[in-house]
């Protein structure tokens, strides 16, 4: 990927209204938490706009939860997060409590004029744990909350948040479990208003987003872990097209996955070895989620990364 083409599509595409803002909120985030380890999570998917003033758009399958998910377990690891995700993409947290589980949690009791609304007590030990540690999470301001809605927004940001990110060298971690969209519409090929169907089928060209883990690796944070995700939906394709992306980009782990078993198993690639992490019926049943491992794998990963660096 040449600089120019990079150039290219930062110029072509203004940044979004929020970016100076949330520069200055990463850039505190950071200078807060140095000499701790950092972790720099993305999340969701990304739409591509197909007019500018947008009525529609392409998007993908992502929901956010591997993102969401991972993110708590790096809290309870001690990691200062930075949560860059989809707006309305799940949340952690209140990953937990989306839509009706929420209201089917509590009851409503009415005496005479006083009015109360209670957590069920059925529910209590669940809530309790989450909302401890979410309380906790925010008052020792141990994530940040940074979010995108576009391709564009997200490649913005990503580039913002890395430069925040370059003084905490190696203890920073970037895990790139956003789902992005490699496609997207050329800003200057984009009608302005609504496309009218009176005008009959539109023809839409999309062309290739240029991919950002070149420029990443070698000069935006060239001291940090960089984990990327890869998603395939033929099996056979997995560990080939990962380790295609390590021996381009340079960086150090491909966590692979299939869309159909994402939720139980994922194969970790390095450049010598792949292993796999994989929940059984038993563990799935009792609530255990992958990302807890994905997290704790990755972890001890980080700290032989900066075992390396320290010892040169
Ligand atoms: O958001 P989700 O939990 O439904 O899915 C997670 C995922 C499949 C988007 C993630 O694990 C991943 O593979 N992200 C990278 C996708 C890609 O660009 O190949």
Known sequence: MSTAEWEHFYASHAPPAELPEHRQQITDFCKHHQPNKIVLLTSGGTTVPLE??????????SAGTRGAASAEYFLDNG???I???RQKSLEPFSR????????DMLEIQEKGSDVAINVKSNYINTIK???SKYKSAHRE??????SFTTVSDYLWLLRVACECLTSSGANCLLYLAAAVSDFYVPSNEMPTHKMQSGEG????????VPKMLTPLVNNW?????????????DENLLISKSRHALNKYKHKLVIANVLQTRRHQVTFVTPETSFVINLNTEEMDSGIEIEESIVKNVISCHKEHIKQLDSH
Do not use: C, W
């Open 52 to 61: 500018h003033n947008t009525v529609r758009f392409v998007d993908n399958f």
């Open 83 to 85: 949560f860059m995700y």
């Open 221 to 233: 944070v060239p001291r940090a872990y960089v984990v990327s995700f890869k998603l395939e939906t």
């Open 129 to 131: 744990p989450i909302l």
């Open 96 to 103: 937990h409590f989306g839509g009706q589980k929420f209201l």
């Open 141 to 146: 301001n141990k994530i940040l909350y940074v």
């Open 79 to 81: 990691y200062a997060v």
């Open 201 to 208: 089928a539109p023809v839409i060209q999309l062309q290739l």
